[in-house]
């Protein structure tokens, strides 16, 4: 399983593809079925393509954890929460389900996508 | 401390002005991503892992108290109400958006601070002695040649596209604040015999992925050539430093690969072309810089202070702070005052708006309106009277302020690591807040003495891991956070790099694992010995042994 994410332009806030929008919690993020990668690609290309809006768009993989998805990598979850030592702040600040699996989630892997935002840089 | 005058001021106006032109062409498409970029890098914003994130100069770490209420306000109003100091003596925020960019930076120029060359391939910030212009261990005011350097540097046509990022430490106290000798440039400010002042020039030191302690190139650099001289270094750099690939594009390894005596062969080759006329500093403009910092209004006080003793008596709280955290000053009846931004549970370098006001409020009534960060991510209120000081440590315990731990085990460096930075590998912060909890019982960290603990999150070592008694380096391993362990490092007078103790240590063994190394050091310590001191005679092995032994 396989989403997108980015960060938008305007305030840097970490955001995730649905059907055509950019949303903020990674609880509203389509989700890809892994031989769906063609959809994720039009994703990808689709945020490549709105430089007004948001920058840096990949796609993360994604496991299970607690019945629910969550990105496979921890810095992936990070993004998806907010930073570990002030968990009042970023999104995980809202609570709930889906934080709480995030929070969880014990996967280990580098996103895909984000060896290539380093070499970039 | 220095003043900006109308050049100054008219010219961070119009900086900020063409920033707020830059991110409207930006957010309108005109500029792309990859245009945009290194624009928004020369005014120190970065887009980290939630946002983006503003590096503020503290020009060689001092600041006035307004300036510091005006970070606390754009903590409050534009992030989420805290700042993070940095190992070289600046501010970032975490929590800025694009959008508010233009308004802080104008609310930065009104009280004369900016974020210029805070990012980007060009002479970042001096860093200087935080206790400059009150220790009487220095020869000199080394803010004096931090704002000559500041004034010469700052929009350098010829140096602002370098093959990478360049940074200048200036000390003139033996005891080094400022970890000169792993800058780009160090510059050792020297009396020479004859009773004239110098600098010691090191060149090509550094940290990241190759570290180096560096060489000396030239013993006694007569001061008033320091900019023609500093024109030589960087030009021979501009011209033979590897733009091809940016793993090797700092000076260091240039000064590496061609030889110290070498370099500075090349340097005085190229010194000898230029016109001192032309290139240094003329002695009318010297004075008038030195003038600025030669104002602070001391009185004339007994070295002694009934209320001061009366107090360290009676209060043994007071009196451990100032075991550690208050250090002679050089005039009589006034100190120096260390303020931990390393309480138990605090990250380390944050500090709230909140607090920033407090330390503030301090300055202006107690401190002669006076204010330094330290690279070890601490303030400093240079100039306290000890008549004050009973007050002023009420005061900072009623803040959290107060926390006793100056050099000791608990007084962490840590960089921000993978809970902000975009290129981190592992989180740095929970670490140290996990071996503070360790140490927490003061009597003890008080016995095992000083002791540098020093955590990055990557290879790039914002966090100095290879110059700390004990270095941490954080890595990826196979995906999962690791923590590989170096000893004998050290940042001073005596910088040395750090050795790697063994394989790399899971997040929940590494405050375990500094225990049992202090554990160790205790068993073996002879008088008098610092953790450092104790490694450099007996080397790894007992250390080793103590961390893996069990382990295994």
């Given amino acids: 399983m396989k989403a997108v994410t980015a960060n938008r332009l305007l305030d840097g806030e970490v955001v995730f593809w649905k059907s055509g929008q950019w949303v903020d919690r990674f609880g509203d993020a389509q989700l890809f079925d892994d031989h769906h990668a063609a959809d994720v690609e039009a994703a990808v290309a689709t945020g490549k393509g709105q430089p007004t809006i948001v920058v840096d768009v990949y796609p993360i993989d994604l496991i299970q954890s607690e019945g629910r998805w969550a990105p496979l990598s921890y810095r992936e979850r990070i993004r998806a929460l907010g930073p570990t030592n002030e968990p009042t702040h970023g999104k995980q600040a809202e609570g709930g389900d889906v934080v709480a699996a995030l929070r969880q989630a014990s996967g280990a892997a580098r996103s895909t996508g984000r060896v290539d935002l380093i070499r970039r840089k | ?552």
């Fill in chain 2, 1 to 552: 401390m220095y003043q900006y005058d109308l050049i100054d001021r008219e010219f961070l106006a119009d900086r900020s002005a063409e920033f707020r032109g830059q991110v409207a062409r930006r957010l309108s498409g005109e500029l792309t991503e990859d245009q945009f970029k290194p624009l928004r890098l020369m005014n120190g914003l970065y887009l980290q892992l939630h946002a983006y994130m503003l590096r503020i100069a503290i020009p060689y770490g001092s600041l006035n108290p307004s300036q510091l209420r005006r970070l606390a306000e754009i903590a409050r109003d534009y992030d989420k109400g805290y700042g993070h100091f940095t190992t070289r003596q600046n501010i970032q925020f975490n929590w800025i958006k694009l959008k508010d960019a233009p308004d802080i930076l104008d609310k930065l120029a009104e009280v004369d601070l900016h974020a210029i060359q805070t990012s980007g391939n060009c002479i970042r910030n001096t860093t200087s002695d935080p206790y400059a212009g009150a220790t009487a261990e220095e020869v000199d005011d080394p803010r004096v040649w931090c704002e000559v350097i500041r004034q010469w540097s700052t929009l350098h046509p010829e140096f602002s596209f370098l093959p990478r990022k360049f940074k200048i430490a200036i000390t003139a106290s033996a005891k080094d604040r400022t970890a000169a000798k792993v800058h780009d440039i160090g510059l050792l400010l020297r009396q020479g015999r004859d009773g004239r002042l110098g600098f010691e020039v090191i060149v090509g030191g550094g940290q990241g992925r190759t570290p180096y302690v560096g060489p000396t190139i030239k013993e006694f650099l007569p001061t008033d050539r320091l900019l023609s001289y500093l024109e030589a270094v960087l030009r021979v750099y501009n011209r033979h430093g590897r733009r091809d690939n940016i793993y090797k594009a700092r000076i260091k390894i240039l000064v590496a690969a061609l030889g110290a005596e070498e370099f500075a062969r090349q340097v005085e080759e190229e010194w000898a072309k230029i016109d001192p006329a032309r290139a240094d500093l003329p002695a009318s403009e010297l004075a008038r810089i030195r003038a600025a910092f030669a104002k602070t209004p001391f009185e004339t006080l007994p070295a002694r202070s009934e209320t001061f003793e009366v107090a360290k008596a009676g209060d043994a709280a007071f009196a451990r702070f100032v075991r550690n955290n208050v250090r002679d000053h050089k005039k009589p009846g006034y100190a120096i005052v260390e303020i931990s931004l390393k309480a138990q549970a605090q990250t380390p370098g944050d500090a709230s708006a909140d607090q920033l006001e407090v330390v503030a409020d301090l300055a202006e009534r107690y401190g002669l309106n006076d204010l330094r960060v330290t690279h070890a991510q601490n303030l400093v209120l240079p100039h306290v009277k000890l008549d004050d000081l009973p007050t002023v440590f009420a005061a900072l315990q009623a803040a959290n302020l107060a926390t006793p731990n100056i050099d000791l085990v608990s007084d962490i460096i840590a960089c921000p690591g993978l809970d902000y930075c975009a290129l981190a590998n592992a989180r740095a912060i929970p670490i140290a807040q996990d071996i503070a909890r360790q140490f927490a019982d003061l009597d003890r960290a008080e016995r095992v003495g000083e002791l540098k603990i020093k955590i990055s999150g990557c290879i790039n070592a914002c966090g100095h891991h290879h110059v700390a008694h004990i270095g941490i380096l954080g890595v990826d391993k196979k995906g999962e956070e690791f923590y590989q362990l170096s000893l004998g490092g050290s940042g001073a007078e005596d910088a040395s790099i750090g050795k790697i103790l063994g394989p790399a240590l899971p997040a929940d063994r590494v405050a375990t694992a500094v225990d049992q190394l202090v554990g160790a050091y205790l068993g073996i310590r002879a008088d008098g010995e610092r953790f450092l001191d104790t490694y450099r005679r007996v080397g790894l092995e007992p250390f080793k042994e103590a961390v893996y032994a069990q382990a295994d």
